[in-house]
């Protein structure tokens, strides 16, 4: 960490902000399904952050691994199938979530973690163990078993 960047304080936080918060709130939506609790966990991983801003070396990597757990975190606590928040013409998602919600809502948790940082986030593998805490390994044989539970649901 420079003393350029821990004295540059608020101003680079902002952009920081300003950069990653609807991707953010993008990922979190695709892994919890509620934009309002997207919205909640995407604020705590920044007040983490910011918290933290001094030690963080990449603020972009660390978000993500934040919000990641954050959401993993809020999965176990929930039952999300349950409570499915009805979807709104403001939200912030793109257009194909609507298309492939219904089937990566139907992945066991890990796998879907998997899909969403490998496809909608574009993470290399290593990266992906990384945030989820398992081995490359590990990592890709989720996105192996999530694709072919799609092609499986995918196919007549």
Known sequence: MTETR?????DEFTLVYRAERNRLRRVAYLMTGQSAVAEELVHDAFV??????AKVDVPAAYLRTTLVRLCLAWRDRTAMGQARE????DRV???EI???WDLLARLPRDQRVALVLRYYEDLPVAEIARV???RPATARTRIHRALAKLR?????
Not at 6 to 10: S, T, Y
Not at 86 to 89: G, I, L, S
Not at 152 to 156: G, N
């Open 6 to 10: 821990a004295g540059a304080g608020v």
């Open 48 to 53: 983490r952050l910011h918290q933290k801003w």
């Open 86 to 89: 009805p979807r709104t013409a």
């Open 93 to 95: 998602e793109p257009p």
């Open 98 to 100: 609507d298309e492939t």
């Open 132 to 134: 989820m805490g398992c």
């Open 152 to 156: 499986e649901e995918m196919t007549p």
